[in-house]
């Protein structure tokens, strides 16, 4: 089935070093990701819908400069967490979908559990 | 905005079986999921059903839709301790729409 892999799994660094992430679809091919994050018992929410070859849509309260996605090939979306600090500790998932399979469901990643100091 | 509803914990005990409800607003919803999410880990997809559907059954999982109430429930025959998780109700408008999570329901199965 289609594998949606994400890396690293956890992140732990410095106030004010910037963390990126990457998210992989392994056996298919995907124009749009999904971030979300998720605090410490709670939902998911998410922060941005990420279109290869074009500018991602962030969703409202997201900084976009803060948040910075690429998705530079129909496999492959960054999110990178620049100058991180402690306040965006949090576990970060995002997911895929394969084209051309509108009835499917998204396939997530395992999640980076990222933690600032 | 979309809205998706849950109770934030249950218990049964096991062979007991579990029935975790969940409530949405978007009445344009199309997909409707569940996932489990164990502690530290990612999220894995149970099942989903299209909005034209009343009834899935797939194994021990048997999910039930009533469109007209915008009420979904995820039933677990004979729980087991390893189907303690959260578990997460789910929605989408869409193919290529957003997902919007609810807000996960704990299961704790007792021994």
Redesign the interface.
């Known amino acids: 089935g289609a594998v949606v892999s994400?890396h690293p799994s956890r992140v732990i660094c410095k106030s004010g070093t910037s963390v990126k992430i990457e998210c992989r679809s392994l056996d298919f091919q995907a124009t749009?990701m999904?971030w979300?994050r998720q605090f410490p018992k709670?939902?998911?929410?998410?922060m941005a819908?990420s279109n290869e070859g074009s500018k991602a849509t962030y969703e409202q309260g997201v900084e976009k400069d803060k948040f910075l996605i690429n998705h530079a090939s129909l496999t492959l979306s960054t999110l990178t967490v620049t100058s991180a600090h402690p306040e965006d500790s949090s576990f970060y998932?995002c997911?895929a979908?394969e084209d051309g399979?509108?009835?499917?469901?998204?396939?997530?990643?395992?999640?980076t559990?990222l933690s600032i100091l | 905005g979309e809205d998706v509803e849950q109770s934030l914990f249950l218990s049964v005990r096991e062979g007991d079986s579990s029935v975790i409800n969940c409530t949405y607003t978007d009445s344009s919803s199309t997909y409707l999921y569940w996932y489990k999410q164990e502690p530290g880990a990612g999220l894995q997809l149970l099942t989903y059903i299209f909005s034209n559907m009343d009834m899935k059954q797939d194994q021990r999982l048997t999910v039930l839709l009533n469109k007209k109430d915008k009420h979904l429930s995820l039933r677990i025959a004979d729980t087991q301790t390893g189907d303690s998780a959260i578990y997460f109700c789910a929605e989408s408008s869409g193919g290529y729409q957003k997902v919007t999570f609810g807000t996960g329901t704990k299961l704790q199965v007792i021994p």
């Open positions: 994400q749009t999904f979300y709670q939902s998911l929410m998410l819908t998932i997911s979908r399979t509108a009835d499917q469901p998204q396939h997530f990643g395992d999640g559990r």
